[in-house]
C-alpha cells in the first residue's frame, strides 16, 4: 500500500532537514535499470529455439500459449534433440497438462502413457545431467562464461555472500542460471519456470515427451538429478495459475480436470511468434542490475540485503523492441 505525508507536512519536513540531505541520492530500481539498458545490450533469441505451446482456450475463450525457451549447448542436448523431434512429429498435439503441485511444478505430456513415441529418440545417459568434459566448442563457451561472472562478481554483489547449499558456485551461463560443484561439474539450475524432463526411477533419465515447468520456490534439490531443457519467456502465469491437482503429488485424478494441449511446435514453424531478445549477462546494465537486486536502495527498501540468491537475480527477457 502506498502511503504520502500532506503536502504542508511534506514542506515542513524538508525545511527541517539540511540541503546534503535532501539531496539524497536516489538509486534506480532493477525495472528502470532494465527500461534504461542500451539496444545493443540485448541478445535475440532464434525463432528455431523456442517451442510454442498452445493450450485449448480458457473458458472465456480466451487463446492460451506459452513460450519456452530451449537452452544452448553444451546443457542437456540430448535431450532438446528429442524435443525438437517430438516438436516436429506433433507429438504433444492432444494431449493434456496432468499435474499441478502447489509451490512445486506443472507437468504436461501422455496421461495414458500409451501413446507411441516417434522413432529415432535418444536414450540419454545420467551423465548428460552435467557436463563434465568439454569440446572445443564448449571450452570457448565457458570461457565466456567464467568471463561474464568475473565482469559480474567484479561490478556487483550478483551471488549470494554465503556459500550456495547446493553448489560450490553460482552464476550466469550465456544468459542462464548455473551452479559448478569443483570435482563433478556444471548444471542449470531449477529457478522458477525452469522446464525439465519427467522421468521414473533410476536408471530411466525420461525422453523428453513428459514435461515440467517450476512455479513454486526454486527446488534446487532437483539439480544434477534430472535434466533441465528451457524455461518459459511468455505465459507462465497460464500454468501457475492453474488449479491444483488432488492426487499424489498433484496429479489431476480425472480425465475432465487435464488441460488439453492444442498443439506444440518450434518457433520457426509456429504462427504469430514475437521475437524476443534478452539482456546479455556480460553487459554493464546487467551488472548495474544484478547489483540492484541484490542491494535495494531504491525508496521503499530502508536495508539493502547485501546479496542475493543465484534464483534471485532472473535475467530480462522482452519481446524484441521493433
Not at 504433444?92 to 501422455?110: A, E, H, L, P
Not at 561472472?149 to 561490478?155: E, K, L, P
Amino acid at each position: 500500500m502506498k502511503r504520502y505525508l500532506p503536502l504542508v507536512a511534506c514542506a515542513a519536513l524538508s525545511a527541517a532537514f539540511p540541503l546534503s540531505a535532501q539531496e539524497a541520492k536516489i538509486y534506480p530500481a532493477p525495472s528502470e535499470i532494465v527500461a534504461a539498458a542500451k539496444a545493443d545490450e540485448w541478445v535475440a533469441m532464434a525463432p528455431s529455439d523456442l517451442l510454442v505451446m498452445d493450450l485449448a482456450p480458457d473458458s472465456k475463450g480466451k487463446p492460451r500459449r506459452v513460450v519456452i525457451q530451449l537452452i544452448p549447448a553444451p546443457f542437456s542436448q540430448g535431450w532438446v534433440s528429442n524435443i525438437r523431434k517430438l516438436a516436429a512429429a506433433k507429438w504433444w498435439d492432444g494431449t493434456s497438462i496432468n499435474r499441478v503441485q502447489d509451490n512445486y511444478v506443472v507437468q504436461w505430456g501422455d496421461a495414458t502413457e500409451k501413446k507411441a513415441l516417434p522413432e529415432g529418440l535418444a536414450v540419454v545417459p545420467e551423465g548428460e545431467y552435467i557436463v563434465r568434459s568439454l569440446n572445443q566448442d564448449s571450452q570457448s563457451a565457458l570461457a565466456v562464461s567464467a568471463a561474464e561472472r568475473a565482469r559480474a562478481t567484479a561490478n556487483s554483489k550478483m551471488l549470494q555472500r554465503d556459500v550456495d547449499p547446493y553448489s560450490d558456485q553460482t552464476y550466469l551461463h550465456k544468459g542462464w542460471p548455473t551452479s559448478n560443484v569443483v570435482g563433478v561439474g556444471l548444471a542449470p539450475t531449477h529457478c522458477y519456470a525452469m522446464v525439465g524432463v519427467g522421468r521414473n526411477l533410476s536408471p530411466d533419465t525420461g525422453t523428453g515427451a513428459e514435461l515440467y515447468t517450476v512455479i513454486g520456490h526454486a527446488p534446487r534439490h532437483l539439480d544434477r538429478n534430472i535434466a533441465l531443457v528451457g524455461r518459459v519467456i511468455e505465459g507462465i502465469e497460464l500454468l501457475s495459475s492453474l488449479p491444483r491437482g488432488t492426487g499424489a503429488l498433484g496429479f489431476y485424478e480425472k480425465e475432465e480436470e487435464r488441460v488439453p494441449i492444442v498443439s506444440v511446435r518450434l518457433g520457426n514453424e509456429a504462427k504469430d511468434v514475437p521475437a524476443f531478445e534478452y539482456l546479455s549477462t556480460d553487459s554493464e546494465s546487467f551488472a548495474a542490475y544484478a547489483d540492484a537486486r541484490a542491494n535495494r536502495r531504491d525508496p521503499f527498501f530502508n536495508v539493502p540485503a547485501g546479496g542475493a540468491d543465484i534464483c534471485n537475480i532472473p535475467v530480462p527477457i522482452r519481446r524484441k523492441v521493433k
